[in-house]
């Protein structure tokens, strides 16, 4: 363990990286995903299309993702735009279906006496059903936010630097603490900030902690 | 869209049947470690799964298991374990990092299907006289499978995605073409192996698909009136099983 002691420096510059790669991901994942999960979530036509297309793009291997994103977009392969749109692609994919499934969680009868209070179909959207449908929003939040920062380690391959470093710089040079220093980090990070996610569902849900405690 | 044809000419050079990795070789390797890997997984997995949701015990343990299995970078278990276990252990070392990844989804697969069964269902079976061994074999295995299938499905994936990236740790699968093509900066090769783990991908998935729609128990299928009624979400959907893209 004396090479994590003598490498804090490089794993907390590292983890910085990581975490400023996986946030931007993460963050458009939930603003496309919005949008799409409604149009999934809304007509049946759309629906079957929306799916089948999320669902498409989670079956492409990532090492395979970045090798096709490139000639499609007319960006360059060993880039870091390269690997945030990667990640972006696989955010997009999960939360689409959850944001779906949390618009359909909502009661009907909920919607129906929006409607016959005055609500239009805008306002009702952003102040019936999404907040309704936060819980499982929150859920597809959390997944998303974990499956991206473990993912986001595939980026070494394309030459981006993060704490997947350690994983082949500690293979090439077989130091066993290097790659478990990379794995416990990249651990211990994903489930912060799936704790912080959870913290920031209380307080931006309220409705939900009262009901756990009941 | 040269780049592309460059990639299909690649994949269909008659240099592909020869050399230190051949084509078909390699797609050989990959789906031989994809279900090995699945299936040492299920052995373990599935009845370990059937057990947690037959009984509801251990279930807290499970489910904090896949959600912590998310957060492990795949790319760095590998490595881990091949390096632990010794470079000349390779294959050993990288199947047994398959198998790890392939357990959550799986395991959740399986619990997840009993624990959907209603339990108006398993008490009518009780009800009748069944022994719990009879109500497991005959009422909630059979209602469980297709989201066993579903968590099989995830693993699957799971694996054909790892073992592309294990590509880096030894000149075997696809991913190896990928690992060599950015060295030589071959991006005909990177594309064209890339075409092809896509199309191993969506291939597996689909036969996925149409195998968990064909274990659907014939009276539960009837009983389906409109094919899109069930909007609402349920318990365990493939997505939520434990699996990630890798």
């Known amino acids: 363990m004396t090479w994590v002691a003598d490498n804090l420096d490089l794993i907390g510059r590292l983890t910085v990286e990581h975490l400023r790669q996986s946030a931007l991901p993460i963050l458009l994942g939930l603003l496309v995903s919005i949008p799409a999960g409604w149009l999934a979530f809304r007509f049946r036509l759309t629906r079957g299309l929306v799916l089948t297309l999320v669902g498409l793009l989670y079956t492409i291997p990532s090492l395979a993702l970045f090798a096709l994103l490139p000639p499609l977009l007319g960006i360059s392969f060993l880039s870091e735009v390269n690997l945030i749109i990667a990640l972006t692609i696989y955010a997009i994919a999960i939360m689409t279906r959850f944001v779906a499934d949390a618009l359909a969680s909502v009661e009907p009868t909920v919607r129906q006496a929006a409607v016959a209070v005055g609500y239009g179909p805008w306002r009702r959207f952003w102040q019936v059903d999404l907040p309704l449908a936060g819980p499982v929003v929150l859920a597809g939040l959390r997944v998303t936010a974990v499956s991206t920062i473990s993912l986001a380690t595939v980026g070494i391959l394309i030459g981006i630097d993060n704490l997947g470093y350690l994983f082949t710089n500690g293979y090439q040079r077989q130091i066993v603490a290097e790659i478990l220093a990379g794995v416990v980090a990249v651990v211990v990070v994903a489930l912060l900030v799936d704790w912080l996610l959870v913290l920031l569902g209380r307080v931006l849900l309220p409705w939900t902690r009262r009901r756990a405690d009941a | ?246």
């Open chain 2, 1 to 246: 869209m040269n780049l592309f044809s460059d990639a299909i000419a690649w994949i269909f050079s008659p240099d592909r049947a020869e050399g230190a990795l051949p084509l078909s070789e390699a797609i050989g390797t990959h789906l031989a470690f994809t279900f090995v890997s699945v299936l040492v997984a299920a052995l373990l997995a599935v009845p370990a799964g059937w057990l947690i949701g037959h009984t509801g015990r251990g279930r807290e343990v499970a489910v904090a298991l896949s959600g912590a299995a998310r957060a492990v970078p795949s790319f760095g278990l590998v490595l881990l374990l091949v390096l632990v276990l010794g470079v000349t252990h390779k294959v050993a070392a990288s199947t047994t990092a398959f198998v790890l990844l392939a357990i959550p989804p799986i395991l959740a697969g399986a619990y997840a299907g009993i624990e959907a069964v209603d339990r108006r269902v398993v008490d009518g079976a009780r009800a009748v006289g069944m022994t719990p061994g009879q109500v497991l074999r005959t009422v909630e295995v059979p209602l469980g499978l297709p989201l066993l299938i579903g968590g099989l499905r995830s693993a699957t994936l799971q694996v054909v995605a790892t073992v592309t990236l294990a590509g880096y740790v030894g000149n075997w699968g696809l991913g190896f073409y990928i690992v060599q093509g950015i060295q030589l900066r071959d991006f005909s090769q990177i594309l064209g192996a890339a075409l092809v783990i896509v199309v191993l991908a969506v291939v597996l998935d689909l036969l996925f698909a149409l195998l968990e729609r064909a274990v659907v128990p014939r009276g539960v299928a009837a009983g389906r009136a409109s094919p899109d009624a069930p909007t609402r979400p349920r318990r365990g959907s493939h997505h939520a099983l434990g699996a990630d893209p890798t």
